[in-house]
């Protein structure tokens, strides 16, 4: 005797935590039977695997039926076909759109576009997310990065308010759809040592400090986009390095505040000449925003060009962090040196961007 | 004009896209009623539209504003070719009608579309002017409450309880017209929709008409069903319970309002009493009158054979007033179905047709189809005819008697739709009666003339009557009915309790007079439904009788099967459990009359096998009574199933069960022997451990003071077996009859042996788990607020290819525990919890294919006070019994050292050998025999007694540490609670649903008026549509989601008493296609918690009397 059809719908609508993560991991019914199974629940509740698989299947279409209404969160608390208390709701969109770092590290800075999708098979293999579910978050990415491409305002809570996410999920997203955005190339060699919660960190420091809408809310251009006349700007900054003067006062200003840290044995020779290598390195960078190829290559730029050297003269977190104060505030005392708010600001973001990824 | 009707079509959100192009919708609203169209502007290139529009006024009579339900209908426009339906809303507008319920219906409405289902929602606004309309000749009930709850509604007061009032409508089938063959299915879907919520808006409304004319002012235990007929047509048919209704008011001691309706009532049966027939509502419309001429001349011919009943069922008596034993004869020419048909296209054989037998002296212990074949149930001769009143119920009773049925006399139909009852309503409950039909369905011609459906009806009606007559009562509660129909073939079965009730309420109905009643009556609450009604002397069939455990003044029977709920006021032992007789019966294929022929021939075994089954059931459970029973006899192509579902409970009024004592019939045969030892180890051990399980208890009373008066031995029910699947072969049922030839021996025994382990198979829910089919559980009172209400529906292929009934019963048996154990699992979540109005259906779409639906409730209970307050109520009896206790445990222990000496019945041992062997054994050897186990039973008892004592003392000293850990948790559990609704600000409101007529934790404060809706959803797209069960899932949370959505737009938060009548589905695979049909119908309700209440704490008394643990939680 077969069962043709098997169907349990309640009034509330049932979810089973288990099974969701299964479904999200994008297991089969028969493979999440098969790992409920090995999960025990036939001991613990002296069931049937008949009754296992019945069960597994009604979640699975419940789930099916309710990935429509996952794709836009906001439908999902107005839609009238489940029903479903509000923190079930919460937890179900969550999940959802809760990724693997690792899968999010590999498909940082890269298109999401139909090639790399395509991509996904060689991405599971490495990071051993099944392909189903790697599909599920690539898509994900995609159509939080479609709908909040255009929109103005800061990236995370328009992420937020569309998604319904939790605020540090919904700053996860923005770091993804920021690096998207911005093509920025992480995938490197020399850069496999940073982990997505790095680029997180960078891309939420960038955001905070340098988009338009930092400045002013209702920016005409959109958050993830680094508004061009701040890059424009940046060009400006060069004053410090090609200016010879600017550049000596610098290199004075900033070696003789910190003289009672940096000026310790093994450290002063090198800084003395490191510094005006490190400055040339940290205002071209800024300078080089202005063609999208550089951008590319800001995170390149900023390990090959400070964080190596820095780890090769054996700084610490502590020193760099010294340095960066002091090499951000000298300036002031600069004459003739009229950019000041905006190497601040262009410095805030650098230095918070170095710091976080100054380790091994 | 009475009546103005105002739309507002406000907004749509969540549109489809409907043109490619843009990814956009250029959407517009046609609002119809009636044949008013008005249409909104079009909202272009939106899938949110906002159409604010102006209000549609419809000036229309009130009557259509009953029949036709509003139509709002949302498309695309397109410019160059027809404009795109999206979906449709319907919206019944009746709560609308009456001034106590809903004032506005507004709200955000699913779209729905019979191809796509749900597209997008609206937003609609819909109000009602009524003026007042004084005409008395009007057609229309505007006014009158309708409510599907089967109990009078919380938030009302009965006045009166009128009776009984139905009515159908017929048509033809839109899906069988021929214009159905050139339009889109999505057309005669919609065409099918419509029509249906017209024919049951005009029902209503009749049905309202014969309550006015009743003077009624609401109709309760409302039920409406369709029958789809097919070709023949569509029937729309509705029984329900008339009543006058006060509103209660929270503080309703003074409220002049509302008694002065009630003094008028009391009047009018006083001025009319004279002349009953005024009264009574037959006449008053042309259709009643036509359904009392059963003039020959009609195109249907009844053959109402009471002929039929006997004969396969010849009975012979136990030669010595031995008590209920049931033989089936085995000469007795099986269904020999006697009388030449009428060669008229209708054929009725009554499944039941019983003459109250008349002989004072009825040796001959008939046993018949219909009425189920049991002790309790078998007919008495005499009914009220013969001064039956017993001893002491003297001329009192007498008097109550006549009184009562003068006051039902006048009534056509003594019935009532309502399984629960207001307290002193039900006197006496006699048993279960029913009665079924078979008849073949013809071409309705005239749709204006629904008069052979109507005197169908009317027949089955009478037969329900007069067996209720024939059990002594006057009146049947928890009426109901029912159809299956497979091609032309339709069963109609009726079934309901026989009873006696209180006549005050059925004519003046203040309640002081029924209190007086009461007490003048003096039967004691608690057991008073259980005493017979019929007359012990004239008794014509061996029903057990003792003296009530409870009060011991009146006879109860040993048994008792009712179809309503277990009243507030009985006293039960342990908890209840949901017990299920299934049964498969094959069927040769064959047409219009040969089929209606084996049909009806069949019937009467499957009755009897339900029962048997039911029986065993009960009392493997330790259980003497059955509530709630409900009988569903389906027919398919080529086989027969019999469901039958009922609460067992342990009352404490009726006499302890006996055992299951299985005979073996060859005795020289050891490993036989051996092997039904074994089996009744077996059987035996399940007893104690579903005893255990349920709780059941009961106080042991001394044999000396029930016993004496009426002197038998306690009885066996045995392990009966019918061998009939081939309707020539009948065998004796009473294995302990040995005189058997080998040959029936050698089938018997295999078929005993499975139905024995068909029984034993039954496997208890696991633990945290209870289940019933009531509205609530015996036993269990201390409910959470936490419900979950679902639907399973499964469809199951009997893949055998040569299929015998015992494989089919095996197969059908399997599904329902599997369907069972699935839900188990489900739900397991909520443990500890109870699965309460379990309703189980079956239909056999097509050859081969079962399908089973169950719509139930989960209700959370709190564990730790059950065990208090599963105390609490038995503590009554319990107290009482209790010195019992104290005395008795000496007294068994000595008497366990001499057992045989203090049994009154145990004089021979010695044969017990003889038991078996001899034929038509003399009284005195059987009684010994069953004798001889009972002293077994009882040393168990006795045991268990000890056992119980032991539990009480523990479970008293667990009480006061446990009522100390659940302080805190469960006052978290409330605050918890109660900062869930605060924190539910999501856009869409959130609606309880429910089979019950209450929701626990909370009151309702509200009646916001019926909800009865109908859908068909079809798909030529199944395999994308998920499959079969992808597709019916899809629809089924989609009905919800409807009804839900018309109940928030009324302004309710819940349904109650909410029931899937109807799920028909049908597919085609080749085709890619499937169809489904819904019904469904509820009362929308407001409630409010009952923790959102306690802004003044006032405990009720009997909380506050518990121990402080409990009143604690109350408070909190």
Redesign the interface.
């Known amino acids: 005797m077969s069962s043709d059809l098997d169907v349990f719908v309640g009034n509330t609508t049932l979810i089973d935590e288990e099974v969701y993560r299964l479904w999200l991991d994008g297991h089969s019914v028969a493979e999440a039977v098969a790992r409920r199974l090995r999960g025990g629940v036939l001991e613990r509740e002296g069931t049937s695997v008949a009754v296992l698989q019945s069960d597994t299947r009604d979640h699975y279409r419940t789930f099916q039926m309710l990935e429509r209404l996952l794709h836009a969160p906001p439908r999902l608390l107005q839609q009238l076909l489940f029903q479903i208390p509000p923190e079930r709701q919460a937890l179900l969109v969550q999940r959802y759109y809760a990724f693997d770092e690792a899968l999010a590290r590999e498909l940082l800075g890269k298109k999401l576009s139909k090639g790399t999708k395509k991509e996904l098979d060689e991405v599971s293999a490495r990071t051993g997310v099944g392909i189903r579910s790697c599909r599920r978050q690539f898509d994900n990415f995609k159509r939080v990065f479609k709908a909040v491409e255009e929109l103005r305002g800061p990236l995370a809570e328009n992420i937020q308010q569309l998604f319904l996410l939790p605020p540090a999920l919904a700053r996860d997203y923005a770091a993804i759809v920021f690096f998207a955005n911005s093509r920025f190339e992480t995938g490197k060699r020399r850069l496999q040592f940073l982990s997505f919660g790095d680029f997180a960190a960078c891309a939420q420091s960038m955001m905070a400090h340098w988009s338009q809408g930092a400045l002013a809310p209702e920016a005409a251009e959109p958050d993830g986009d680094l508004p061009k006349s701040f890059l424009q700007d940046l060009k400006e900054l060069k004053v410090l390095v090609s200016d010879k003067d600017l550049l000596d006062q610098h290199k004075r200003d900033t070696s003789g505040m910190g003289v009672p840290v940096l000026g310790g044995p093994g450290f002063g020779g090198s800084l003395g000449g490191g510094v005006p290598a490190l400055s040339r390195a940290l205002v071209n960078v800024g300078g080089k925003l202005t063609h999208a190829r550089d951008v590319r290559d800001f995170f390149v730029d900023l390990v090959e060009k400070v964080i190596e050297p820095c780890r090769s003269d054996k700084w610490s977190p502590g020193d760099l962090r010294l340095f960066l104060t002091h090499y951000t505030a000298a300036p002031r005392n600069l004459p003739g040196f009229r950019h000041q708010a905006l190497w601040e600001r262009y410095m805030a973001a650098i230095s918070a961007c170095l710091l976080r990824m100054y380790h091994d | 004009m009475p009546g103005k009707l105002k739309v507002k079509i406000v907004a749509g959100?969540?549109l489809p896209v409907m043109d490619r192009a843009s990814d956009l919708t250029d959407a517009f609203v046609e609002v119809k009623f009636g044949n008013t169209t008005f249409k909104t502007d079009v909202y272009p290139k939106s899938l949110n539209p906002q159409w604010n529009s102006e209000w549609f006024k419809f000036e229309v009579d009130d009557e259509e504003l009953q029949d036709e339900p509003l139509q709002i209908t949302v498309l695309d426009h397109d410019t160059y070719s027809a404009n795109d339906a999206i979906g449709k809303v319907y919206i019944d507008i009746d709560p609308l009608l009456y001034s106590e319920a809903a004032t506005v219906i507004s709200g955000?409405f699913?779209i729905y579309d019979t191809i796509h289902g749900?597209r997008g929602?609206i937003n609609v606004v819909v109000k009602v002017d009524l003026f007042n309309d004084l005409n008395r000749f009007r057609q229309s009930s505007c006014g009158v409450k309708f409510f599907c709850t089967t109990s009078i509604p919380k938030c009302y007061r009965a006045v009166v309880i009128h009776g009984f009032v139905e009515e159908l409508v017929v048509n033809e089938d839109p899906e069988y017209q021929w214009i159905d063959r050139i339009r889109t299915p999505r057309a005669s879907n919609e065409a099918r929709q419509r029509l249906i919520s017209l024919m049951s808006g005009e029902l209503q409304r009749k049905i309202g008409l014969k309550v006015l004319e009743m003077r009624g002012n609401a109709v309760v235990g409302y039920l409406q069903c369709f029958d789809l007929e097919g070709e023949s047509g569509l029937v729309v048919r509705a029984i329900g319970t008339a009543c006058t209704l006060d509103k209660l008011s929270n503080t309703s001691a003074f409220l002049p309002a509302c008694n002065s309706p009630s003094k008028e009532m009391k009047e009018i049966p006083f001025n009319e009493d004279p002349n009953p027939n005024t009264y009574s509502s037959g006449p008053s419309t042309p259709l009643k009158n036509q359904t009392y001429s059963f003039s020959p001349s009609k195109s249907y011919s009844r053959q109402s054979s009471s002929s039929d009943t006997d004969l396969s069922l010849t009975p012979k008596t136990a030669p010595s007033p031995q008590g209920p034993r049931i033989f089936l004869f085995p000469s007795s020419p099986t269904l020999s179905c006697d009388s030449p048909h009428l060669k008229k296209s209708c054929l009725l054989l009554s499944g039941s047709s019983i003459k109250p037998l008349h002989s004072s002296h009825v040796s001959p212990v008939v046993l018949r189809k219909s009425v189920s074949f049991t002790e309790e149930l078998l007919l008495a001769a005499s009914g009220m005819g013969s001064g039956s009143a017993g001893k002491e119920g003297g001329p009192f009773k007498t008097l109550l008697r006549q009184q009562t049925q003068s006051a039902l006399e006048q009534r056509e139909f003594p019935f009532f739709t309502l399984t629960t009852f207001p307290p002193g309503f039900l006197l006496h409950v006699g048993g279960v009666v029913s009665a079924r039909s078979v008849k073949l369905l013809d071409r309705i011609h005239n749709p204006d003339e629904p008069e052979t459906r109507d005197a169908w009806w009317a027949e089955i009606r009478q037969e329900i009557k007069s067996h209720a007559k024939a059990l002594g009562c006057h009146a049947v509660v928890g009426y109901s009915e029912s159809t299956s129909i497979c091609e032309e073939v339709c069963i109609l079965s009726a079934s309901g309790t026989a009873a006696v009730l209180n006549p005050r309420f059925l004519q003046d109905g203040t309640m002081e007079g029924c209190l007086e009643q009461r007490i003048e009556e003096a039967s004691p609450p608690g057991c008073g439904f259980c005493h017979i009604p019929y007359d012990e002397l004239n008794m014509p069939f061996p029903a057990h009788l003792t003296y009530c455990y409870n009060c011991r003044k009146q006879k109860v029977p040993d048994v008792l099967f009712t179809t309503i709920d277990l009243p507030v006021e009985a006293i039960v032992v342990g908890k209840g459990c949901l017990i299920q007789a299934r049964l498969c019966r094959l069927k040769k294929k064959a047409q219009a009359e040969a089929n209606a022929t084996s049909i009806s021939n069949l019937l009467p075994f499957m009755e009897y096998e339900v029962h048997t089954q039911l029986m065993n059931k009960l009392k493997l459970r330790g259980m003497n009574a059955l509530f709630g029973l409900r009988i569903q006899i389906t027919v398919g192509e080529n086989m027969l199933m019999g469901l039958a579902s009922a609460t067992g409970v342990y009352l404490a009024a009726l006499p302890t069960p006996g055992g299951i004592q299985i005979a073996g019939k060859t005795p020289n045969d050891g490993t036989y022997e051996q092997h039904i030892s074994h089996m009744q180890k077996k059987i035996n051990d399940t007893i104690a451990k579903n005893k255990e399980l349920y709780e059941i208890n009961p106080p042991e009373l001394p044999e000396e003071i029930i016993g004496s008066p009426i002197p038998e031995p306690r009885q066996r029910s045995r392990l009966l077996r019918s061998q009939s699947e081939s309707s020539d072969e009948v065998t004796e049922l009473d294995l302990s009859h040995g005189k058997k030839d080998a040959f029936v021996l050698e089938i018997d025994d295999t078929d005993a042996m499975e139905d024995v382990h068909s029984l034993l198979t039954d496997v208890p829910p696991?633990s945290g788990f209870y289940s019933c089919n009531t509205e609530i559980m015996p036993g269990i009172n201390n409910w959470t607020p936490e419900i979950?209400?679902?639907?399973?529906?499964?469809?199951?292929?009997?893949?055998n290819i040569n299929p015998t009934n015992q494989t089919l019963n095996k197969?059908f048996n399997?599904?329902c525990e599997?369907l069972l154990?699935?839900?188990?699992?489900?739900l397991?979540s909520m443990v500890p919890c109870c699965l309460c109005h379990v309703n189980f259906t079956v239909a056999l779409p097509e050859d081969e294919?079962v399908?089973i639906a169950v719509t139930a409730v989960a209700i959370t209970y709190d564990k730790n006070q059950a065990l208090q307050a599963n105390k609490a109520p038995t503590e009554k009896s319990q107290q009482r019994a209790s010195t019992d206790n104290e005395e008795q445990l000496q007294f068994p222990l000595e008497l366990s050292s001499d057992p045989l000496s203090s049994q009154p019945f145990s004089p021979a041992k010695e044969a017990l050998e003889g038991a078996s062997s001899h034929t038509g054994i003399p009284a005195a050897q059987r009684a010994t025999s069953v004798d001889y186990s009972s002293f077994a039973d009882r040393c168990n008892s006795w045991i268990e007694l000890i056992k119980l004592k032991a539990q009480t003392i523990r479970r008293g000293s667990i009480k006061t540490t446990t009522s100390l850990e659940k302080a805190s948790p469960l006052a978290e559990g409330y605050l918890r609670h109660r900062s869930?609704p605060s924190?539910?600000n999501?856009?869409?409101s959130?609606?309880?649903?429910t089979p019950l007529s209450f929701l626990p934790g909370a009151k309702i404060t509200k009646y916001l008026g019926i909800i009865n809706m109908f859908f068909i959803r079809e798909t030529t797209s199944l395999r994308e549509e998920?499959g079969?069960?992808?597709f019916?899932?899809?629809f089924?949370?989609?009905v919800?989601?409807?009804v839900?959505?018309h109940v928030a737009a009324l302004g309710g938060n819940a349904v109650v008493s909410y029931i899937m009548k109807q799920c028909v589905?049908m597919e085609n695979p080749n085709k890619n296609q499937a169809q489904c049909l819904i019904n469904v119908s509820g009362d929308a309700v407001i409630f409010v918690r009952e923790s959102e209440l306690e802004v003044l704490p006032a405990p009720p008394p009997a909380a506050a009397a518990q121990p402080a643990g409990s009143a604690g939680d109350v408070t909190t």
């Open positions: 959100r969540h955000w699913p749900i929602e696991p979950q209400m679902f639907t399973a529906v499964r469809v199951s292929r009997l893949s197969n399997d599904l599997n154990k699935s839900l188990y699992f489900k397991r294919l399908q869930v924190g539910t999501s856009t869409v959130v609606v309880k649903m998920g079969v069960s992808g019916l899932h899809a089924i949370a989609e919800f989601a409807m839900r959505a589905f």
